[in-house]
C-alpha cells in the first residue's frame, strides 16, 4: 500500500515577511556613539549599517539601515526625535525614532569629511573633501532634508574682525589650517595655522613616569606648516581655547580669544598663540584619534580634565589617558598636574562624555565603547577616585552595561522559548509577584546607577486578564538560569535559579547548563548539565514542602530545608557521569526522560523522585542522544487497527518515545518498560548527522494505485541525485522488488476512490544532509520505508515547526551558511528563503544553533556574541503585537516639559560640535566632537531665531539692499545736467551699491529714464512746453537767452565726450590691471585675500 500526501493549505511566499520584534544587547560591530542628554538615550552606530538605541526600563530599539555600511557620524537632533547619521557612500539618514525608521535621506554627491548639528534645532554642516562647507536642513512637516543656499565655496573673499560673536563657527582643514568664520557677516574672523608658532616651541611632555619641559628648535618649513588634524575639541566655554590633536602625536593648545590676535596676523608670532602637549617624548608616536575636556566650573573653565586616545609610542598598551590640566595664567603658562592612563576591556571603538547626575560635581561621567560589542561607564565619583589614588592603578571598576538578555558575563549555552495558554498562564501571573521581588534584590546594586532613563514603556497590558503568555528561559556556563516574561517585546526577569541550594552541596551543580524543559501542567523546570546531573525545580508550590531529594541509580537521599517563598528545588538526579544532552517531559508529566551524551536513555519518576530504568547505549557507535518525542500509539501487539471488531476493552494504548541519535539511528522505546520497541536507521549506506525529530500530529492519507513509495519519494530529490539513483542497478533492483510488494486497486478513472483511510502521524526526521518523513505506525511496526524524502543540497544546523491553525504548518530550517528556509509539511516544498544577515546582519557561527528556539508560531530566538534576538518569520505571525506593544524612543512628554536656557541658566553641552553655532567642522577626519560645558546666552538664543534668514541666502550678499523702482519715471533735459572735474578713481575694484545707484541716477537724468526697458517718450502738451520755456520780455532778449543755452549745451556735450574717452581709457587700464592680479592670486587660499 503507497499513501499519497494530503494537500494542505501551505503558506504562500507573500506571507514571508521576516522582521525584528525584540533586539537585546549591543552589536560586536559597534563603532561610534551619540548622546540625547535632554531624553537621556545613548545611539550606537554600527560597521555594518545597524544603530542600537538603548534608553531606561529594559527599553531598547533596533534600526537596520538598508545597506550594511559603516557609519562615520551619528548625532541626535536632540530632544526633538530624530537622529541624523552619515554613511560610508556619504548619505545623509534622518531617522524618526518614534516610528523606527528612516524618515528621509539625502545623498550627497562628494565625500562627506565633517558633520556637526546645529544643537536644539534641525540645522546641519556638512563639510565635503573639496573644502566646500553647506548647510543642510530637516524639514520635519514635509519629511526631507533641504540643502540651503548657505555656503562656502574655495575661491570665497573675505575680510578680517577682531570680534567675536555669538555666530562664530570653527572650521578646521586636514592640513592644519583653522579658520574662525562669522556666518552672520561673511567674514574670517580669525586665521591659525602651524606656520604661526614661534620658531622656538616650548613642549609640555607629560609621560607616565615624569611630567617636564623641553626645548625644540624646530624650524617651521612648508611640511610643518601643513601638520594633519586628526582630532579636536574645545577646552573653554567662551570658545577661545581649542586642543588639537595631530596625526603625529602632539597636541596643541590654541588661544582663540580676541586679545590674542590683531589685524597683523603675520606679525605677531608670539608664545601666547598655542601651547603643544606631548604623551611621549618617542619620536614614533600614534596619532590623537580622540580629544574631549571636562572643566571645571570652580575655575571658570580654565582648569579640568583632558581624555585623550592616542598619542602614547607605537606599540604600548592601548589605555584612555586623563590629564588634569591648568592654564588659569594664560595658555603661556600651561601645566599638567597629573596624568591617568585607563585600562581598556578591550579595543578602542569610541567614547561619550555625558552630564554629571549631580550639580555640586565638577566631573562628567564617561561612556566607554569596545570591541566587541563591549560598553562601560564611569561616573564622576569614580573617575575623582581614579584621579586621587596615590599609586595611580591603570584599572579601576566600572559599571558595565545591565544586559536585559546575558549572553557573555555569565555565558549562554542553552535557551528556549514556551509558549502558555489559559489556565497555565494565569497561574504564572499569579506565582511571579514574589519572585519578582526576589530578583529586584539581584538587579540592585550597579544597575540602578546606569545613567541612561530614556523612552516610554509601552501602556498596553493585556497580562491582568490573559496572564503570562511567554516565557523565556536559559540556561549559563555557572550553572544558573533565568527566566523572562516574553509577553510583551520588553523583557521583565521573573526567575533566577541559582545553581547550589543553600545548606546542600552537591558535586557537579556549578557545571555549565546543556539541556532544558518545561512543564506547564505542573509548572516544573527541568535542568539537565553537562556533569550528567538533573535537577527539578517548581515555580509554584507549597511554600510547606521542605523535602530535597537527591537520586542516583541505586541511592536515595532526603535533605529538610526551609524554602519560605521562594522556588524550589525539589530533587537533583545523578544517574550516569555523562552530559545531559536532551529532556523530555512524558505526557502526564509525572515522569522525565534524559537522553545521554554517551547514548544511554534514563526514564525518571519525577512525583516519587525515583529511577525507572536506565538503558544500555542505543546505537551501536554510542552516539549521543540528539532528539525525544513522546506520543501514545495503539498496542503493537494487537491486531486491532487490521481487525476493529475484534478490540476490547483490556487492548490499553501504549505510551512510546521516538529517540534519535547523532548518527541518525532511530529508536522505537515503551516507556514503561525501556523496552525497545524498533530500531532502524535513517541513512543505512551513509554516514548522516541527525538534528530534531518532530511528531506532526494526525493526518489522513490516502492510497491509490500504482503510485509507489519511491515514486513520491523522487518528485523531490535533486536532479543530480535522481541521476545517481537511475545509474545505481542495486537500487533500482530493490524499487522494483517493492513495487511488487505493493497491492493495487481497481480505481475509476473519472475519480480517484477512496478506499482506506487511516488515522496515523507523521514523523518528521531531519538530519543536515536530508529530511524524511515516516508513518508513526510504519516506525513501531519497524518499516523503513519513507513515505517522502528530501536530500538538502546544503548542510543544515537546525530546525522547528510551526502551525498557524489546524490546517496551515510549516518547517523552517537554519543553513550553516546563514540561510533560513521556510517549507510547507507535510510536501516539503520550498515556500520563502531568507538569510541572518538579511533579517540581523547575522553571520552564523559554531554552537549557534544550541541557543536557537522558537514558540512553534514562526517566532524564533536566537543569540550571537553580546546580541539576542526574536525574529519573526511570518506575517501572519504577530505574537508581540507590534506596533502597538512596543515602548516609544522619544518621550513627548519631557519635550515639551523642557524650558529653553536663559540667560542665568546653565545648560551642559557635551558635544561641542552641536552647542549653539558655536560648532567644530573637521575636513579629513571622521568626525568632531568635544565636550565643555556651554553658557548659552541670549545673544546665540535669538541668533537661532534667524537660521532660516542666515542660511536661506548665499553668503555675501545683502538682504536689505533696497532695489530702485525702475517703474519711475523721472523728467530731466541736459540743461539740468551740472558737470563737476573728474574725481579720483576709487582704490578698490569692488563698489559699494550706493555707487550703482548714484550712477543709474545720472544716467536716468541724462537719458530721461532711458534706464528702464519698459519706458517710452512721452509727448507732451504746447501748455506744459510754454509753462516750462516761457520767459519773461521781449523775442529779442528770448532769443538771446535761446543761443546762450544752446553755446552751454554745447560746451557740456564736449566735456561729457571727453569724460566718456577717459572713462574708456579707464576701464581698459582697469582690465588689464584685475588680469595680472589674477594671475597672480590665482594660488591664494580665499582666506588670504
Not at 157 to 185: F, K, M, P, Q, R
Not at 254 to 268: G, T
Not at 794 to 805: A, G, V
Request: net charge negative.
Amino acid at each position: 500500500m503507497s499513501y499519497v500526501l494530503p494537500q494542505h493549505n501551505m503558506p504562500q511566499k507573500s506571507v514571508l515577511e521576516p522582521r525584528v520584534a525584540v533586539h537585546y544587547g549591543i552589536p560586536s560591530t559597534s563603532s561610534v556613539l551619540a548622546f540625547d542628554p535632554t531624553q537621556h538615550l545613548l545611539a550606537i552606530g554600527t560597521l555594518d549599517g545597524r544603530i542600537k538605541v538603548l534608553g531606561g526600563d529594559n527599553i531598547e530599539g533596533m534600526l537596520i539601515s538598508p545597506k550594511p555600511l559603516p557609519f562615520k557620524n551619528l548625532e541626535f537632533l536632540q530632544n526633538q526625535g530624530f537622529l541624523v547619521s552619515i554613511s560610508n557612500e556619504n548619505e545623509i539618514q534622518v531617522w524618526d525614532l518614534e516610528r523606527r525608521h528612516i524618515a528621509c535621506n539625502l545623498q550627497w554627491e562628494s565625500n562627506i569629511t565633517a558633520f556637526s548639528v546645529i544643537g536644539g534645532t534641525h540645522y546641519m554642516y556638512v563639510g565635503d573633501e573639496y573644502g566646500f562647507l553647506s548647510v543642510v536642513k530637516y524639514a520635519a512637516e514635509e519629511r526631507k532634508i533641504i540643502h540651503l543656499p548657505y555656503h562656502l565655496p574655495a575661491n570665497v573673499i573675505a575680510a578680517y574682525t577682531i570680534s567675536l560673536t555669538s555666530g562664530v563657527l570653527l572650521i578646521a582643514y586636514e592640513n592644519g589650517l583653522l579658520i574662525l568664520w562669522d556666518v552672520t557677516e561673511d567674514r574670517a574672523v580669525l586665521v591659525r595655522g602651524c606656520k604661526d608658532l614661534q620658531l622656538q616651541d616650548e613642549t609640555l611632555v607629560v609621560s607616565p613616569n615624569e611630567m617636564r619641559h623641553e626645548r625644540s628648535y624646530d624650524t617651521v618649513d612648508d611640511e610643518q606648516a601643513e601638520k594633519e588634524i586628526s582630532s579636536l575639541c574645545w577646552v573653554s566655554s567662551d570658545g577661545s581655547v581649542l586642543a588639537v590633536g595631530y596625526v603625529d602625536g602632539d597636541i596643541l593648545l590654541w588661544n582663540l580669544s580676541p586679545a590674542s590676535f590683531s589685524k597683523d596676523q603675520k606679525a605677531q608670532k608670539s608664545s601666547n598663540i598655542a601651547a603643544k602637549l606631548q604623551l611621549s617624548s618617542g619620536n614614533r608616536r600614534l596619532p590623537v584619534i580622540v580629544l574631549h575636556w571636562s572643566a571645571d566650573s570652580a575655575h571658570n573653565g580654565h582648569r579640568g580634565q583632558l581624555f585623550v586616545y592616542g598619542g602614547d609610542d607605537i606599540g604600548s598598551e592601548e589605555v584612555l589617558t586623563i590629564l588634569n590640566l591648568d592654564w588659569s595664567s594664560g595658555i603661556e603658562t600651561l601645566k599638567c598636574s597629573d596624568r591617568v592612563d585607563l585600562t581598556l576591556h578591550g579595543s578602542f571603538a569610541d567614547l561619550m562624555l555625558v552630564p554629571s547626575a549631580a550639580e555640586s560635581r565638577d566631573t562628567s561621567s564617561l561612556f566607554v565603547l569596545t570591541n566587541p560589542g563591549q560598553l562601560h561607564f564611569y561616573d564622576d565619583a569614580c573617575l575623582s577616585a581614579l584621579m586621587s589614588q596615590p599609586d595611580k592603578k591603570h584599572y579601576v571598576h566600572a559599571i558595565q552595561y545591565p544586559a536585559v538578555l546575558p549572553t557573555i558575563e555569565p555565558r549562554m549555552t542553552v535557551a528556549s522559548l514556551v509558549s502558555e495558554k489559559g489556565s497555565t498562564a494565569r497561574a504564572l501571573l499569579e506565582a511571579v509577584s514574589v519572585a519578582k521581588l526576589q530578583v529586584a534584590d539581584i538587579r540592585n546594586g550597579e544597575s540602578t546607577k546606569w545613567p541612561l532613563t530614556g523612552g516610554v514603556p509601552c501602556q498596553l497590558s493585556l497580562t491582568e486578564e490573559y496572564g503570562i503568555m511567554r516565557l523565556y528561559i536559559a540556561g549559563y556556563q555557572d550553572g544558573s538560569v533565568r527566566i523572562w516574561d516574553a509577553t510583551f517585546p520588553v523583557l521583565s526577569l521573573l526567575y533566577y535559579l541559582e545553581s547550589q541550594v543553600e545548606g546542600v552541596e552537591v558535586a557537579g551543580a556549578t557545571a555549565p547548563v546543556s539541556a532544558l524543559d518545561f512543564g506547564s501542567s505542573s509548572m516544573s523546570l527541568a535542568i539537565g548539565n553537562e556533569y550528567g546531573l538533573v535537577r527539578i525545580h517548581r515555580l509554584v508550590g507549597n511554600s510547606n514542602e521542605t523535602s530535597l531529594h537527591f537520586v542516583t541509580e541505586t541511592n536515595h537521599e532526603v535533605h529538610n530545608l526551609k524554602f519560605g517563598n521562594k522556588t524550589r528545588c525539589t530533587a537533583f538526579f545523578f544517574v550516569i557521569n555523562s552530559p545531559v544532552h536532551a529532556l523530555q517531559y512524558v505526557t502526564s508529566e509525572a515522569r522525565l526522560a534524559v537522553g545521554y551524551e554517551c547514548g544511554r536513555v534514563a526514564m525518571l519518576d519525577v512525583s516519587s523522585s525515583s529511577v525507572l530504568f536506565l538503558t544500555d547505549c542505543l546505537s551501536s557507535s554510542s552516539s549521543s542522544v540528539m532528539s525525544l518525542a513522546m506520543k501514545i500509539v495503539p498496542d503493537v501487539n494487537s491486531d486491532s487497527l487490521e481487525h476493529p471488531e475484534n478490540k476490547t476493552s483490556h487492548q490499553s494504548a501504549q505510551e512510546v518515545a521516538f529517540i534519535m541519535t547523532k548518527d541518525a539511528h532511530i529508536v522505537v522505546m515503551d516507556c514503561i518498560t525501556g523496552n525497545v520497541v524498533a530500531s532502524q536507521m535513517m541513512h543505512p549506506k551513509r554516514e548522516s548527522t541527525a538534528i530534531s525529530l518532530y511528531i506532526l500530529g494526525k493526518f489522513i492519507f490516502f492510497t491509490k494505485s500504482k503510485i509507489s513509495i519511491s515514486e513520491v519519494s523522487e518528485e523531490s530529490l535533486t536532479s543530480s541525485q535522481d541521476s545517481e539513483a537511475r545509474n545505481d542497478p542495486a537500487q533500482t533492483k530493490n524499487e522494483h522488488e517493492r513495487d511488487l510488494r505493493e497491492v493495487e486497486y481497481d480505481m475509476s478513472s473519472q475519480a480517484i476512490h477512496l478506499e482506506q483511510k487511516l488515522n496515523d502521524s507523521l514523523i518528521l526526521l531531519c538530519a543536515e544532509d536530508a529530511l524524511c518523513l515516516y508513518s508513526s505506525k510504519a516506525l513501531t511496526q519497524g518499516d523503513d520505508n519513507a513515505i517522502h524524502k528530501m536530500n538538502l543540497v546544503k548542510p543544515c544546523c537546525w530546525t522547528t515547526i510551526f502551525k498557524r491553525n489546524e490546517k496551515e504548518c510549516g518547517l523552517i530550517l537554519v543553513y550553516q551558511a546563514g540561510v533560513i528556509e521556510i517549507r510547507s509539511l507535510p510536501d516539503l516544498e520550498l515556500v520563502g528563503e531568507t538569510s541572518l544577515m538579511s533579517i540581523l546582519r547575522w553571520n552564523f557561527k559554531t554552537n549557534m544553533d544550541k541557543m536557537m528556539s522558537s514558540s512553534g508560531t514562526g517566532l524564533i530566538t536566537m543569540v550571537n556574541g553580546c546580541e539576542s534576538a526574536f525574529v519573526s518569520l511570518l506575517a501572519f505571525e504577530n505574537d508581540f503585537r507590534i506596533p502597538e506593544a512596543l515602548p516609544c524612543l522619544h518621550d513627548e512628554v519631557l519635550a515639551a516639559a523642557v524650558v529653553l536656557p536663559s540667560q542665568n541658566q546653565k545648560k551642559k553641552q557635551i558635544m561641542g560640535s552641536a552647542s549653539g553655532i558655536l560648532g567644530g567642522i573637521i575636513k579629513g577626519f571622521k568626525r568632531n566632537k568635544s565636550s565643555q560645558e556651554v553658557d548659552i546666552d541670549e545673544g546665540r538664543k535669538s541668533l537661532t531665531l534667524h537660521l532660516e534668514d542666515i542660511f536661506s541666502r548665499f553668503p555675501f550678499s545683502d538682504p536689505s539692499t533696497d532695489v530702485a523702482d525702475e517703474g519711475r519715471v523721472e523728467e530731466f533735459n541736459i540743461d539740468d545736467i551740472e558737470l563737476e572735474e573728474p574725481l579720483p578713481l576709487p582704490s578698490s575694484s569692488l563698489k559699494s551699491n550706493n555707487d550703482g545707484r548714484d550712477k543709474e541716477t545720472e544716467r536716468e537724468r541724462l537719458f530721461e529714464g532711458g534706464s528702464s526697458v519698459d519706458t517710452k517718450p512721452r509727448l507732451r502738451t504746447p501748455e506744459e512746453i510754454m509753462a516750462k520755456y516761457r520767459k519773461s520780455g521781449d523775442a529779442s532778449s528770448a532769443a538771446a537767452h535761446a543761443k546762450d543755452k544752446l553755446v552751454e549745451r554745447q560746451d557740456k556735450l564736449e566735456r561729457l565726450s571727453k569724460r566718456t574717452e577717459e572713462l574708456q581709457s579707464g576701464a581698459e587700464n582697469f582690465a588689464s590691471m584685475a588680469n595680472e592680479l589674477v594671475k597672480k592670486m590665482e594660488n591664494r587660499k580665499w582666506w588670504n585675500m
